[in-house]
T-cell receptor
């Protein structure tokens, strides 16, 4: 069964609004979670590393103020796309290492965001 | 810079064997992963190699040569459901995953 969940699975929002995406680890704790985005026919792009209890680490070129990440607990990380624009439309995926096998990342099912 | 290369697309016949190659140049190496991704879905983990050699897991096997910066994913007894994109990713010295663009595998009856 799934070990990482995301909510919502898809969302349509109007330009200028904000959207929050949740990533939850099921039955295990994740001090670190990763957020990716994927454009059609392109590879996954790491956006940021979410750290429980501390600030997220953003990749170069990713706007911190636009993509707000909060890792409030050991099982929940949220990504908020603020003032969304059509170019933010993408597939957003989170992942978390299971821990006992740290090299194995489990991915959430993804959230498809469409900004109109 | 860091680079992962894999073929864009491959076609194979149901029941046959296919090998998907991946070459990499990264800042350090902490392991290489293969993921399967069906259209519109998140990737699913297939294999992990950190030492040279072949790792077999059912119909799928993965090979690694660190000195050559090379890996391949071998799929045997192909089934129609194996039609998907296969992503090669390398964990660099900072434990971050560097992703290839993926190989779209088309299986024909």
């Amino acid at each position: 069964g799934a070990v990482v969940s995301q909510h919502p699975s898809w969302v349509i929002c109007k330009s200028g609004t904000s959207v929050k995406i949740e990533c939850r680890s099921l039955d295990f704790q994740a001090t670190t979670m990763f957020w990716y985005r994927q454009f059609p026919k392109q590879s996954l792009m790491l956006m940021a590393t979410s750290n429980e209890g501390s600030k997220a680490t953003y990749e170069q070129g990713v706007e911190k103020d636009k993509f707000l990440i909060n890792h409030a607990s050991l099982t929940l990380s949220t990504l908020t796309v603020t003032s969304a624009h059509p170019e933010d439309s993408s597939f957003y995926i989170c992942s978390a290492p299971l821990g006992r096998e740290p090299y194995e990342q489990y991915f959430g099912p993804g959230t498809r965001l469409t900004v109109t | 810079g860091q680079n992962i290369d894999q073929p864009t697309e491959m076609t194979a016949t149901e029941g046959a064997i296919v090998q998907i190659n991946c070459t990499y140049q990264t800042s350090g190496f902490n392991g290489l992963f293969w993921y399967q991704q069906h259209a519109g879905e998140a990737p699913t983990f297939l294999s992990y190699n950190v030492l040279d050699g072949l790792e077999e897991k059912g119909r799928f096997s993965s090979f690694l040569s660190r000195s050559k910066g090379y890996s391949y994913l071998l799929l045997k007894e192909l089934q129609m459901k194996d039609s998907a994109s296969y992503l090669c990713a390398v964990e660099d010295s900072n434990y971050q995953l560097i992703w290839g663009a993926g190989t779209k595998l088309i299986i024909k009856p």
